[in-house]
């Protein structure tokens, strides 16, 4: 099958206006005859339930937490980008576009990227509408801050609860139109699989996480918004229900996978510290505007540190490297994620990490409160400050944070066209659930950007042109794909409770992230790949011999719900392995040790691997199919990334 990313013809700044205007309409009557299922409630999903919802469409929506609210967006920390400018330093719908490509290393669509920085500047006006607590300056105008990858400010935030708020926004809209009857709300649900019938996606089959019931509901289009799958490496900065069943399943029904081995790694994340740790906290981004990133310049010096025989404090400043502001004068502490990550293992695994572990580098804000004052400070970032303290019962205005790189977004997911479309005709995805935006690297405030633009201001005028196609007919419940998909889950949580081996599913996960963050993590090579597609396979025969689920389907069953998610994440990671190794270049996160510059900087190879990686399922321990969408780059010329 061919891919057909139905990007618009024409001028860059014109694909999306002349697109929407090309677009099929359903007018008002018929859209009350038309069922839309929308599955998860985080920001991509809240937001487009409530849009469509409030267009007159009828919008059935699942989450399996106990409310919309708690979807895993309300973590989200330190801004959402937008082009306005307010600051007048420069930035602009192109800059933005810019910005973004480079930070994905040149591995994204430039049409889709571009819409996303067209229309950023439409979701602060909606949010601000809808009564999201954005910090403001002293005039009362909306205040922005830097984010990793810019050069101006353009980030807006809401202290370090910028996710949350946002959410509370989408919530309120899509309670509204709960109220109204608009939205059917399932909570506590969990979708099992995508019923594909007669080519075209048609319903789903969940799981009610109270009762055990397995039931279909039918709809003329599904609405996948699950957000990403960093929970496959065990510990990330995810919530522990993150997954990536729906995406895994609807990937098994046909829906292509696209590029799974781009994963992000946060730098400043709050240090592992045991085995009894079963997440990860992030620090906000934003922390990098004030703090400042050092370690030691010396392995005697990092040896005193971890040993005790020094304090922090007593360090002198000639004792102190300031890496990223050496290295990257241009940029200094505010280069992208990939970059500062990279920078601060290569201090660990150089001997200079701090912390009793080793495995850490400082995040220090003694210079920016000399400055500025700790009640400044404070008034910024003090419920992050709070956060570390309460976490590490140690106090960040008195000394220097610890921080060291976390599995955080993926930029991998369904694949998609312009229209947010899957190859699955009536099957779409949105937000972090597909691959569209972000390339090989996220670039900070960016993800709560797409989100929302994918639900806001894109799905509601491209949703419309299919349906308009297929027309309002009732879809037939009593077709054979949704029994038989039905039956299939049904069978498929028999064999999962028939498990009564000696060994737990959080045991299989947690060697699974062994396998993923020491293979396919911040650094791969060829040995390396090679040796994880073999231990995966040893662990995948391994779990469907001795893992152990306890208890039944029909009750609440936490064992149950792990197994099946831990089962696709061992499936997924191979898929992982093996994109990996069929990418042989450097490029964003995605850092072969085999492919890099005499600096030591990801190396792109632009003439073989300038293309999205999208994976085709064809049976169980079956090799994948690749399929290869070529990026063609009209608007931006390919260059070696430099943030000097």
Same mark, same amino acid.
């Given at each position: ?311 922090? $404090? ?86 220097? !944070? ?46 709560? !950007? ?71 993590? !911040? ?74 510059? $005499? ?46």
């Amino acid at each position: 099958m061919s891919l057909d990313s139905k990007i618009p013809q024409g001028a860059l700044a014109e694909k999306w206006s002349k697109h929407k205007f090309n677009l099929k309409l359903v007018n008002p009557a018929n859209k009350r005859k038309y069922n839309i299922i929308v599955v998860g409630t985080g920001l991509a999903g809240a937001s487009a339930a409530a849009s469509l919802a409030e267009l007159g469409y009828n919008v059935t929506a699942f989450c399996f937490q106990d409310s919309p609210r708690r979807a895993h967006s309300i973590a989200a920390q330190g801004g959402i980008n937008a082009a306005k400018n307010y600051r007048n330093d420069g930035d602009s719908v192109y800059r933005l576009f810019y910005d973004t490509i480079k930070g994905g290393d040149y591995r994204a669509r430039e049409a889709n990227v571009y819409r996303l920085a067209e229309v950023s500047v439409n979701i602060i006006d909606q949010c601000v509408a809808q009564g999201v607590p954005f910090a403001r300056e002293y005039g009362g105008l909306l205040d922005n801050r830097s984010f990793g990858g810019a050069q101006v400010s353009r980030t807006f935030y809401a202290r370090g609860q910028t996710g949350q708020q946002l959410l509370l926004g989408a919530y309120s809209a899509l309670n509204r139109q709960i109220h109204e009857g608009k939205v059917k709300m399932y909570t506590r649900t969990e979708m099992l699989d995508v019923v594909v019938a007669d080519g075209q996606a048609k319903g789903i089959v969940t799981r009610n996480l109270k009762t055990g019931a397995i039931e279909t509901h039918s709809g003329h289009a599904v609405l996948l918004c699950t957000g990403g799958y960093s929970n496959v490496f065990y510990l990330s900065t995810n919530a522990i229900g993150s997954n990536v069943t729906a995406a895994w399943r609807a990937h098994k029904r046909g829906a292509y996978f696209a590029n799974p081995c781009y994963t992000q790694i946060h730098p400043t994340c709050i240090p592992v510290t045991g085995t009894h740790q079963s997440k990860l906290t992030l620090m906000s981004e934003s922390l990098r505007n004030d703090g400042r990133v050092w370690a030691p310049k010396t392995k005697e010096v990092a040896e005193k540190l971890r040993k005790g025989e020094v304090k922090i $404090e007593n360090v002198k400043e000639d004792d102190r490297d300031y890496f990223l502001e050496r290295k990257y004068p241009s940029f200094g502490n505010l280069v992208p994620r990939d970059v500062a990550s990279r920078n601060a293992k290569e201090m660990v695994d150089d001997g200079r990490g701090v912390g009793g572990s080793g495995i850490a580098v400082f995040l220090d804000f003694r210079d920016a409160i000399q400055r500025l004052g700790e009640d400044t400070v404070r008034a910024k970032y003090g419920n992050l400050f709070d956060m570390y303290y309460q976490i590490t019962d140690e106090n960040p205005y008195k000394q220097p !944070m610890r921080i060291y790189p976390a599995v955080h977004y993926t930029m991998g997911g369904l694949w998609v066209d312009y229209n947010l479309s899957t190859n699955i005709p009536g099957l779409y995805c949105l937000g972090e659930a597909n691959f569209s935006d972000h390339g090989a690297n996220r670039l900070g405030a960016s993800a709560l !950007m797409q989100g929302l633009a994918d639900g806001y201001f894109v799905i509601p005028y491209t949703l419309g042109d299919y349906l308009a196609t297929i027309g309002p007919k009732a879809v037939d419940t009593n077709h054979p794909a949704f029994a038989q998909t039905k039956k299939d889950v049904e069978a498929y949580i028999a064999k999962l409770l028939a498990l009564k081996g000696n060994k737990t599913v959080v045991e299989y996960h947690r060697e699974l992230g062994h396998i993923m963050w020491e293979y396919c993590g !911040m650094a791969r090579t060829e040995e390396g790949l090679t040796k994880a597609r073999g231990l995966i396979q040893a662990l995948k025969d391994d779990f469907w011999k001795n893992a152990i689920v306890v208890g039944e389907n029909e009750e609440i069953n936490a064992s149950l719900e792990r197994a099946g998610r831990v089962a696709d994440f061992i499936e997924l990671g191979a898929l992982m392995v093996e994109d990996a190794l069929s990418r042989r270049e450097s490029c964003g996160g995605h850092f072969r040790v085999e492919s890099q510059t $005499e600096e030591g900087e990801a190396l792109r190879n632009d003439d073989e691997f300038a293309y999205v990686a999208a994976w085709e399922y064809t049976g169980d321990n079956q090799p994948e199919v690749l399929h290869k969408e070529d990026l063609v780059y009209e608007n931006v010329k390919l260059t070696q990334r430099s943030y000097k």
